[in-house]
């Protein structure tokens, strides 16, 4: 059992051992390392200007870009596999075993990499804050693609805001540095991963910090004692960890438990990463069905479903950001049971079910049961969600989601829905429907979905109905939208439905 965590930095390994390691990577970065190239803006995921690239060792073979589909990369040997991430919600005991690129590690010798001198000639830059977080977001980018057209530009910056340039000559500056090389020609795989093989099969320990030997940890954590930390190499072990310690955080992406930090104090009594348990981090399709493990990232779903759940690619388009996703996991969008969270309206329809561990062994749960209330879940103090099972649609079926936010994208929902129907000879067979942002949890409508079962698909049929879902729901007003809106939004998005399947 190690009481450190192994991380590289541009190249050079750190052994960070308990209080250090329970900082984030962006105050470890600017304050520690003295690498202030990293910024921290909004300190909560929104403006990317901390952004970094994270390399893991990874199994896997390949990459996603959105145009080009898959480049494949070569086969047989471990390489790093680097994805961008918001440094400012990311702790350093999630990054035992990797390796972390800042903006400082991309110029070699004093001479700039493609991305950063496309951006002087571009002229991508006035005050210059936002420019390490863009620049680093592009290396990302070119780990994917060698060509990016336009819309991988702007995928890839999703998760990067500027208030002063504009966007016009950063996304020239992104499609002119074709020749930026991969983060394996600037640094090497094998004696990083070498240096990592040697301890990731370790089990990791940090013990917990007590209120009166306060360190200087952000969000307010000197408040209170803080919980020690756990990443543990099996399953039994995590089990038992969360039977003895029932309020422990599982943190995965962090993209919520960073913020409740940083923004809300938040101090947890225990925190437990699932990334040393093999075979969780898995996304399989099998039988007509999506397997998602228990710490599969929200990109690597992403990437599962662009082939077969087209209907399901606009809203993984809009959900967060590439750092966001590449960070955060579906287990954690189900898990933290926003009734806004983008995944579920979908799992909703789907009947996705749960795969849940625990001390008495694994159950399954419907997602639609998983649910009690407000943040309250069927999860057993000892359990984790350990597998998605998500029955895919059928050719015969038409799935239809939507997702309203202020801001079309890196923006919470206000409303969400998912409906799946089957129809035969103008008539719905049969449909389910789930609306999230209506009430504490996501909901299905069983008397609008009664209603049209066995009617003519007709426009007045769909009117309504969106009466009668209307019926159904009891929003709330709050910063996202008013309960009058949310009710509009319940009755008309059907017959919006309607349209888009006329
Ligand atoms: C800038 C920004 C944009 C975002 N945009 C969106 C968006 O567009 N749509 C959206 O829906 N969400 C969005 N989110 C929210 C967040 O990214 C998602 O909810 C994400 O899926 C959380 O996953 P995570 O791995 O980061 O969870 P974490 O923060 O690591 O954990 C969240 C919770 O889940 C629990 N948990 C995690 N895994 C398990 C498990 N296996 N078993 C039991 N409990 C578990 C943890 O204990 C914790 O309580 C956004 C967040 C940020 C910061
Ligand atoms: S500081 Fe804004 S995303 Fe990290
Ligand atoms: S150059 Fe000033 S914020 Fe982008």
Request: charged share 20%.
């Amino acid at each position: 059992m190690r009481d450190f965590v192994l991380v590289h930095i541009n190249g050079v390994p750190h052994r960070i051992a308990a209080p250090r390691a329970f900082e984030t990577l962006s105050r470890f970065l600017r304050y520690d390392q003295r690498a202030t190239g990293t910024k921290i803006v909004c300190e909560e995921g929104d403006c990317g200007a901390c952004t970094v690239l994270v390399g893991r060792v990874e199994d896997r073979q390949s990459c996603l870009s959105a145009s080009e589909g898959t480049e494949p990369r070569q086969a047989g040997l471990p390489v790093l596999h680097y994805r961008p991430i918001n440094s400012c919600i990311q702790f350093l005991f999630q990054l035992d075993c990797t390796h972390v690129v800042t903006v400082e590690g991309l110029a070699r010798g004093g001479t700039l990499t493609p991305v950063q001198d496309a951006m002087v000639r571009c002229h991508g830059a006035q005050c210059g804050y936002c420019t390490p977080g863009f620049i680093m977001a592009m290396a990302g980018m070119y780990e994917c693609t060698s060509h990016p057209t336009v819309g991988d530009v702007r995928a890839a910056l999703t998760g990067n805001l500027c208030r002063c340039t504009g966007y016009d000559s950063i996304i020239k500056a992104a499609l002119e540095a074709t020749d930026q090389p991969k983060i394996e020609e600037i640094y090497p795989s094998a004696p990083i991963v070498n240096a990592i093989k040697q301890y990731e099969c370790d089990a990791v320990r940090l013990q917990g910090l007590q209120a009166s030997e306060p360190p200087s940890l952000p969000g307010g954590q000197e408040a209170g004692r803080l919980g020690g930390f756990f990443k543990p190499n099996d399953l039994a072990s995590a089990i038992r960890f969360k039977s003895e310690n029932p309020k422990c955080v599982i943190v995965q992406g962090a993209t919520d438990f960073g913020v409740w930090c940083n923004k809300r104090g938040f101090v947890a009594e225990a925190m437990m990463s699932l990334d040393g348990i093999e075979g969780l981090g898995d996304v399989r399709h099998e039988d007509g069905a999506l397997l998602v493990g228990g710490r599969a990232s929200l990109a690597d779903f992403e990437s599962a479903v662009r082939g077969i759940v087209p209907e399901l690619v606009p809203i993984m388009d809009r959900f967060g950001s590439p750092q966001i996703k590449n960070a955060g996991t579906l287990a954690g969008n189900i898990a933290n049971a926003s009734p806004i969270a983008d995944t579920l309206p979908f799992l909703f329809v789907t009947n996705a079910s749960l795969e849940l561990t625990g001390l008495s062994g694994t159950r399954t749960v419907a997602i639609s049961d998983f649910y009690l209330g407000y943040k309250k879940l069927d999860l057993q103090p000892d359990e984790l969600i350990t597998r998605i099972i998500i029955p895919l649609p059928s050719k015969d079926e038409t799935l239809r989601l939507y997702k309203i936010s202020k801001r079309s994208h890196l923006d919470i929902s206000s409303f969400t829905a998912a409906m799946l129907m089957r129809r035969s000879d103008g008539h719905v067979d049969s449909i389910r429907i789930a609306y999230g942002g209506v009430a504490p949890v996501v909901l299905r409508l069983p008397k609008t979905e009664q209603f049209l079962t066995g009617k003519a698909l007709a426009r007045e049929t769909f009117a309504e109905a969106g009466e009668i879902a209307r019926g159904e729901v009891a929003p709330i007003s709050d910063v996202r939208g008013t309960r009058d809106f949310r009710l509009q939004l319940a009755q008309n998005v059907l017959q919006r439905f309607y349209f888009d399947i006329a």
